[in-house]
């Protein structure tokens, strides 16, 4: 079982930044492939961006292409989400996932994610 806890969101105007981080629990992080999601009310759950167990590959939503950016560091068992230039339609709750079926890329559908965190709130401000 792999616990996965969020921080980092919050209250930012329109242009600002944030960083998003999720510390996973358990020895076999660096096999995950981890995801951050996003859910607005009255809208589906949608992968913002996602990253391989290796790291070699990322995949990005067209929407936050060239804004956002997503890392890993194994030896801390930690996976981010650098947040620039916000917009107020990325006010959601995000989540961050773990794949442990070690794709060769990053799997796009929700349900193909074992393990979620509780989310974190990012509002953006105009």
């Known amino acids: 079982q792999v616990q996965l806890v969020e921080s980092g969101g919050g209250l930012v105007q329109a242009g600002g930044s944030l960083r998003l981080s999720c510390a996973a629990s358990?020895?076999?992080?660096?096999?995950?492939?981890m995801g951050w999601f996003r859910q607005a009310p009255g809208k589906e759950r949608e992968l913002v961006a996602g990253?391989?167990?290796?790291?070699?590959?990322?995949y990005y939503i067209d929407s936050v292409k060239g804004r956002f950016t997503i890392s890993r560091d194994n030896a801390k068992n930690t996976v981010y989400l650098q947040m620039n230039s916000l917009k107020p339609e990325d006010t959601a709750n995000y989540y961050c996932a773990a794949d442990r079926a070690q794709h060769i890329g990053v799997a796009t559908a929700a349900g193909s994610y074992d393990y979620w965190g509780q989310g974190t709130q990012v509002t953006v401000s105009s």
């Open positions: 990253i391989s167990w290796r790291g070699g590959r990322t």
């Open positions: 358990g020895r076999t992080f660096s096999s995950y492939t």
